[in-house]
């Protein structure tokens, strides 16, 4: 089988998994609903268009995507080795690239697809019960902002996760590790950007000068370096012989 073919076989095995822990837990399969009624229905219609359509969505749903990769995404090889799958995913003839991609691909689509259609449930909502508002339709540069965000931020998340599930004995541990390591990652812009407007730096009046869309795309360009940078990251630390299996 070719390589797509692998990495196709390592999604369809993560989705089985993941729609098997969704249904088996009464909890899952409620928060689930909570959250897609929230941040769909509930938040757009008691607030109004500055949920959907403004740049607070920005920031919303693409961080409403990450947090639902947080939880497969940490368990992807730690839980495999809790569970003691891991040997024979190993075992297998599948390439080591393959498992790897297969296993984030599988956390990105079923992430962003799932808020990709909550935050088109805001949309809707918000058309219908504030029609009456200008502002109900979100500008160009709002649109851009959510539809690269909710993939580019989860897709930062994952790659991070990935690379600490990998040496994580558990996944309570790959969990704490990955929870320190976002705190760290949150706190860097914004310790640079305090640096940045000390030194009285260029390139702050330069990034003031730029229009929303342009904010926006090179907000995008960062998050696909930094998520490129953990993903190659990922492919160098995996290695089906080094790997502990315990």
């Known amino acids: 089988m070719s390589f797509a073919g692998d990495v196709r076989t390592v999604i369809w095995k993560e ?9 088996g837990s009464r909890v899952g399969i409620i928060g689930m609903v909570v959250l897609g009624l929230y941040f769909g229905v509930i938040a757009p219609y008691a607030n109004g268009p500055r949920i959907v359509a403004s740049a607070l969505a920005i920031f919303q749903y693409p961080l409403l ?13 730690a839980g495999e080795r809790e569970r003691h799958t891991l040997e024979t995913l190993l075992a297998s003839r599948l390439a ?6 297969g296993k984030l691909l599988a956390v990105l689509v079923a ?8 935050y088109a449930l805001a949309l809707l ?7 009456d508002q200008p502002s109900a339709t979100p500008p160009e540069w ?15 998340f994952a790659a991070l996760g990935v690379f600490i599930s990998l040496r994580a004995a558990t996944v309570r541990q790959a969990a704490q590790t990955f929870g320190l ?3 760290g990652l949150a706190l860097l812009p914004v310790i640079l950007g305090q640096l940045a407007l000390q030194l009285g730096s260029p390139l702050v009046l330069r990034v003031s000068r730029l229009t929303p869309v342009q904010l926006v795309l090179l ?27 315990d």
């Open 96 to 101: 080591d690239r393959a498992i790897l991609l």
């Open 142 to 156: 709002v649109l851009l902002g959510v539809g690269l965000g909710v993939l580019l931020v989860p897709a930062v």
């Open 65 to 77: 995507a990450a947090m639902l990769s947080v939880q497969p995404i940490v368990d992807s090889f």
């Open 111 to 118: 992430t962003t697809g799932a808020t990709y259609i909550v």
């Open 181 to 183: 390591a976002i705190v």
């Open 125 to 131: 909502t918000t058309r219908l019960a504030h029609a």
């Open 15 to 23: 989705w089985r998994e993941l729609a098997d822990h969704v249904a």
């Open 219 to 245: 907000g995008a360009a960062a998050l696909a370096l930094l998520a490129a940078t953990f993903l190659a990251a990922a492919f160098r630390r995996f290695r089906r012989g080094r790997l502990n299996l």
